[in-house]
């Protein structure tokens, strides 16, 4: 009965490796994003889809390149890893925007 | 561009009230939203003001006053399981959420 999900849970990895995080709510929201919290807890807009049309791109390195295959799922693929990449990265899904429902988030560790 | 400000940490006694301050600078202004988020989980939606004045939701009250660019979250009858992280954002124009830098609230007995 998970709204939103996330895969994995728990991410560690050597830097320059290439990682996906995949992203599935079944909530029938028309709209997903991406999310990174760095270490002191600030949450930063990543991406925004709508029904698989990219809305938002908030000035992310294009290492990091989100697909939507329909508009239940949202992954996110990362190139090249780098050290500064280390953050909880939340998925999240909506109906209005302002109201939204994270998943349990991806620890990326990179090492 | 768009910055928040609310205080970084707040320290409250089981069964008090306790204000979360917000002042926000923004274009494209629509609303305020709360969220709340414990040590390593996922943020949770508590409110959203997209007018002036007062929205209750149990213990939970929020507030936005739009001419001074403010709004407050107050948690009433403190409980150990609020000890968490609350998280102001503006929704604006551009459809997306800018959080600010959350508030520790830390309940003690």
């Known amino acids: 009965d998970t709204a939103v999900s996330q895969t994995p849970k728990y991410l560690v990895t050597q830097m320059g490796n290439d990682k996906s995080i995949k992203c599935e709510q079944n909530?029938?929201?028309?709209?997903m994003y991406w999310y990174k919290q760095d270490s002191k807890k600030f949450l930063k807009i990543m991406f925004s889809?709508?029904?698989?049309?990219?809305?938002i791109n908030e000035t992310v390195p294009n290492r990091f390149s989100p697909k939507s295959p329909d508009k239940a799922h949202l992954n996110l693929h990362i190139n090249s890893l780098e050290l500064g990449d280390s953050a909880v990265y939340f998925c999240?899904?909506?109906?209005?925007?302002?109201?939204?429902?994270f998943g349990p988030g991806t620890r990326l560790t990179v090492l | 561009g768009q910055s928040l400000e609310q205080p970084s940490e707040v320290t409250a006694v089981e069964g008090a009230i306790v204000q979360i301050n917000c002042t926000y600078q923004?274009?494209?202004?629509?609303?305020l939203s709360w969220y709340q988020q414990h040590d390593g989980g996922a943020p949770t939606f508590l409110s959203y003001?997209?007018?002036?004045g007062l929205e209750e939701t149990g213990r939970f009250s929020s507030f936005l006053s739009r001419s001074d660019s403010y709004g407050y979250l107050l948690l009433q009858e403190l409980q150990m399981k609020d000890s968490a992280s609350y998280f102001c954002?503006?929704?604006?124009?551009?459809?997306?959420?800018?959080f600010g830098g959350g508030t520790r609230l830390m309940v003690k007995p």
């Open positions: 954002a503006v929704w604006n124009a551009g459809n997306m959420l800018t």
């Open positions: 923004t274009s494209g202004f629509y609303g």
């Open positions: 889809y709508n029904n698989k049309e990219l809305i």
């Open positions: 003001n997209g007018l002036d």
């Open positions: 909530l029938g929201h028309d709209t």
């Open positions: 999240a899904s909506s109906p209005t925007g302002n109201e939204q429902f």
